[in-house]
């Protein structure tokens, strides 16, 4: 159990910053690559030389200062410049992934800075550190989501924009602020990933947008907007996380892993849809 909980940890704190953006209406198809370009940038050799003067937190705060940034350009596209979520976050999504690619040369950068390795490997009362960081994100974001007024109008906004914006709630925003939360996520993701892998590369991340998304829908919320559970999508990432155990386990081709992923997505979208149909009845 603990190896699934590592193997799921940076996943589900991707999906947990995807929950709050498909809940709010919308969807971020960015995030891996956002993920992907917070540990190039990270891991250069001027962000880890301040890191050798400052500290390991330069390179923490350099991972989250990305993936907040990359958050707020989609969220300014989405909700200013009125482009439609799926192609704002689509362009984002080449652009981190090219950016990622000229800034590493397309080469792997190893996480030189020891501070930084020391602090984020290993086991904390025997349980791998990254797994508490996701056990932290996850209750952050399920206390956001159900208890606070950000939480609320998250919900409003997905429902229903027009009667969410009469209420007094300034939609765009709000919706601004979710895909910078979704990008916050991303940039602790990417702290956890070069804990894990020791190094910063432009192939990080790479299709980690479809794996919390599949993830967020399985969990229960929904994809249209107005519904979320973070509850559901911790779930959500350890049912795939031990269907994926289960067919490597039985050597299965990846093809075919991608295909019961595909399956499963599309009868949790139906059930979805079924379920909101008989609601409405």
């Known amino acids: 159990m603990l190896v699934i909980l590592q193997q799921a940890a940076v996943i589900g704190v991707i999906s947990v910053g995807m929950t709050f953006v498909i809940t709010a209406g919308g969807i971020d198809l960015s995030v891996g690559s956002v993920m992907g370009l917070a540990t190039v940038w990270a891991t250069t050799w001027a962000t880890q030389n301040m890191a050798g003067q400052f500290g390991w937190i330069v390179m923490v705060l350099t991972a989250v200062a990305v993936g907040v940034a990359a958050g ?120 956890m990933m070069l804990s894990r892998v020791n190094s910063g590369s432009s192939s990080n991340g790479y299709l980690y947008e479809l794996d919390a998304i599949a993830a967020v829908v399985i969990g229960g919320t929904l994809l249209a907007g107005g519904r979320g559970t973070i509850v559901g999508t911790v779930l959500g990432v350890l049912v795939f996380q031990i269907l994926t155990n ?15 992923k595909g399956a499963i997505i599309v009868i949790a979208v139906l059930l979805q849809q079924r379920f909101a149909t008989v609601q409405r009845r």
Not at 139 to 166: I, Y
Not at 246 to 260: C, K
């Open 246 to 260: 289960v067919f490597t386990q039985n050597n299965l081709d990846s093809s075919v892993q991608a295909l019961a």
């Open 72 to 191: 707020l350009v989609n969220g300014l596209l989405v909700a200013y410049g009125r482009v439609v979520a799926f192609i704002a976050t689509l362009a984002m999504l080449v652009a981190a992934r090219g950016l990622a690619e000229i800034i590493s040369g397309r080469q792997t950068q190893l996480v030189r800075d020891s501070g930084f390795t020391t602090t984020f490997s290993g086991d904390l009362l025997g349980v791998p550190k990254i797994v508490w960081m996701f056990a932290l994100v996850a209750a952050a974001g399920w206390f956001v989501l159900t208890r606070t007024t950000f939480g609320r109008r998250t919900v409003a906004v997905g429902g229903n924009p027009e009667a969410a914006r009469l209420a007094g709630i300034n939609v765009k925003r709000h919706t601004m602020w979710v895909f910078a939360v979704a990008g916050l996520c991303a940039g602790i993701a990417a702290v």
